[in-house]
């Protein structure tokens, strides 16, 4: 059974910082893991994901603004938000899927089979 747990969220003013984690646990050796969000409301965004080589994509609305890194383990990953707005409030989720091969750095919430719980993120101004 794969886990994931995202931790880091909270409140914060616009300008602030947060910085979002995400560990996966279960029977695969490394896990290709994006971040998305939700705004109530609204649907659900791929924010950011990151291939095999460490090269990242992001979503326009947080380009230059976050950072999506994970660990050489392949099980941990992490989002630093910088510049944060008040439109960059909703519910952050961690997902995953079992790494068999390549990961290339998907923003496609239909490639990933394991999401965590999300942590809340609001921005206010």
């Known amino acids: 059974q794969v886990r994931l747990v995202e931790s880091g969220g909270g409140s914060v003013q616009s300008g602030g910082s947060l910085r979002l984690s995400c560990a996966a646990s279960g029977p695969y050796s490394g896990y290709c893991m994006a971040w998305f969000r939700q705004a109530p409301g609204k649907e659900r965004e791929g924010v950011a994901g990151?291939?095999?080589?460490?090269?990242?994509n992001y979503a326009d609305s947080v380009k230059g603004r976050f950072t999506i890194s994970q660990d050489n383990a392949k099980n941990t990953l992490h989002l630093q938000m910088n510049s944060l707005k008040p439109e960059d409030t909703a519910m952050y989720y961690c997902?995953?899927?079992?790494?068999?091969?390549?990961?290339?750095?998907?923003?496609?919430?239909?490639?990933?089979?394991?999401w965590g719980p999300g942590t809340q993120v609001t921005v206010s101004s």
């Open positions: 990151i291939d095999d080589d460490g090269n990242t």
């Open positions: 997902a995953a899927e079992g790494q068999l091969g390549y990961c290339v750095g998907s923003r496609n919430e239909d490639e990933f089979s394991y």
